[in-house]
């Protein structure tokens, strides 16, 4: 196959690819309103047993302590969240004011589930899926339920979007995506009940799979390698900002789960330009031997750059030939078959799950780590953006197998330095340095695994390796639960697995400065002969890419 690499359209960075850039930013800057927005969406918030019609939430007051159960524990005074005394209260005493029926009321030896409701401590929170549905108590796995359905449908959606875009195109995909997240988004926000919600948000989720994933493809494709670090860096940092926004506006609306849902799905309008002004994959369009789209892309690329590309365009007809004769679809089971493709699926599949587990162990579980959601949530936000421009200078020096190694390795060490710790502003350090060791991690393996897959199982091997993310994502909500049993429980679980994966990923090889693979040939072969002509002269060039 003619060497795509070397096509000015892709070798250069002209005003065509700076702008295909910004695209790719502002497509970016929307998916962490549906990764990560549930962790506001279902935030838990300090409840007890409603007493009576006209309660309101107090830290302490005699009602309370008269009729809901505490304890001390460390010092500590812990209230009751799902039981309350057996005190016989009547209508009088309902109307009556707390003060002056403490003064009478008496503790019960005798405890009752909360059969009135709870009162929820709204001061930081104004509104959760949690307060306006009562997922406390005996429904308080639903909340967690809902954390993971969101990663249900971003695994699902990975494993289909991944493969929509090697049939039918990086840009249809990217398009369709954004629709239905601007319609689930925006639908979920009038969500009469819990059951409704879990199916908005599973659909936004859903489509919102695809933004990332294709649009990081798309980039990849359309970047000569030189620009790759900026690229991936660029596109982490939108990632960032976004993450960044979605809990600057969290604050701003108070909290309410509605009104956030709403602006997320609003946020998508951003797609109806893209209809436009985003142009396909020409290395897909090759694939797919649509000779003619890829010589428009290309004339208008050098119109906007200001080269003249008749040489490329020769070289279109030329290269669409021998995929036609050569290339096929191929499916997501093209990465089992052969040996070094297997390999590498297999090694990095293992490391997105240790991802997915660390980082959303750590973004969906941030009141775990801090008292106040927003302070925590923007630290673990801000910390990102320090980590985009420092993977950036990162990729540009150094093997991205030797900075995956050591960014997951450190991650989970510095975790558990913080749990052993036991203090609360130490485990709260440790969780920042965390965040930003796993988003060092997060932004390298996007890249390398894009540079390790040939284009025709580029997207199937980017879709099935975020389907591993999403697990982590699906099992680290749960994996909280575990705290109950042992405090550092849910920390060595997320520990772990990082370790392995950051061991195993020495086993692959480096794709600092190569190019990207076209071929499976190019990966299971180590010398592949071309024919190619140059300079109007016939001859053959042996061209060596060496990929283990």
């Known amino acids: 196959m003619a060497d795509v690499e070397s096509m000015s359209v892709i070798k250069d960075f002209g005003r ?38 006209n309660q309101t939430f107090s830290d302490s007051s005699h009602m309370k302590k008269c009729t809901i159960p505490y304890r001390y524990v460390n010092g500590d005074l812990k209230w009751d969240s799902c039981r309350m005394y057996a005190n016989n209260l009547t209508n009088q005493n309902e109307s009556i004011h707390f003060d002056t029926y403490s003064q009478t009321c008496r503790p019960s030896n005798v405890t009752r589930l909360c059969d009135r409701g709870w009162i929820y401590d709204r001061r930081d929170l104004h509104s959760t899926v949690v307060t306006e549905f ?93 620009r790759r670090p900026l690229i991936s860096s660029g596109c982490s940092l939108s990632y960032s900002v976004g993450y960044l926004f979605l809990g600057i506006t969290a604050y701003i609306v108070h909290g309410n789960w509605r009104l956030l849902q709403f602006i997320s799905g609003a946020v998508c309008l951003l797609f109806i330009p893209y209809f436009w002004i985003l142009e396909e994959s020409i290395r897909w369009h090759l694939q797919a031997g649509e000779n003619r789209k890829a010589r428009i892309i290309i004339n208008r690329a050098s119109n ?33 078959k052969t040996p070094v493709i297997r390999k590498r699926i297999l090694i990095t599949s293992f490391c997105w799950f240790a991802i997915g587990l660390m980082y959303f162990g750590i973004s969906l579980n941030v009141n775990f780590f801090a008292k106040n959601p927003y302070v925590i949530f923007v630290f673990t936000a801000a910390v990102e953006i320090p980590a985009a421009l420092l993977n950036c200078w990162l990729l540009q020096r150094y093997q991205r197998r030797i900075i995956q190694c050591m960014t997951l390795i450190s991650s989970a060490v510095v975790l558990m330095i913080g749990g052993i710790s036991g203090t609360d502003w130490l485990l709260f350090i440790s969780v920042i ?116």
């Open 16 to 53: 065509f690819q700076k702008r295909q850039f910004l695209l790719f930013c502002l497509a970016i800057f929307v998916h962490p309103w549906f990764s990560i927005g549930n962790t506001f969406y279902s935030a838990s918030v300090e409840h007890y047993c409603r007493v009576t019609d």
């Open 134 to 226: 009562d997922l406390v108590c005996g429904k308080d796995f639903m909340k967690q339920l809902s954390k993971s359905v969101s990663a249900s449908g971003e695994l699902i959606g990975s494993l289909i979007f991944g493969q929509v875009a090697d049939v039918y195109g990086r840009k249809p995909t990217v398009l369709v995506a954004g629709i239905l997240c601007l319609i689930f988004g925006i639908c979920t926000a009038f969500a009469p009940s819990f059951v409704t919600f879990i199916i908005g948000t599973f659909l936004s989720a859903f489509s919102a799979s695809a933004i990332c994933l294709v649009i990081f493809v798309l980039a990849t494709e359309a970047t000569p390698t030189s």
């Open 304 to 336: 906007m750059n200001g080269d003249t590309m008749n040489e490329e365009l020769f070289d279109v007809g030329s290269m669409c030939s021998v995929v036609e004769q050569q290339s096929e679809r191929k499916s997501m089971f093209t990465l089992f």
């Open 433 to 548: 340095l965390v965040k930003l060791f796993v988003t060092l991690g997060l932004n390298t393996a996007t890249l390398y695994t894009a540079e390790l897959f040939p284009t025709p199982v580029r997207n199937a091997a980017s879709g099935l390796t975020h389907v591993f993310m999403f697990l982590g994502d699906i099992i680290a909500p749960f994996i909280m639960l575990l705290d109950s049993v042992w405090y550092l429980a849910p920390l060595t679980v997320f520990s772990v697995p990082c370790i392995i994966s950051g061991l195993l990923i020495l086993l692959l090889p480096d794709t600092m400065n190569g190019p990207a693979p076209d071929s499976i040939e190019e990966l299971e072969n180590p010398y592949i002969i071309l024919e190619s002509n140059k300079n109007e002269q016939d001859r053959t060039q042996l061209v060596v890419k060496n990929y283990e």
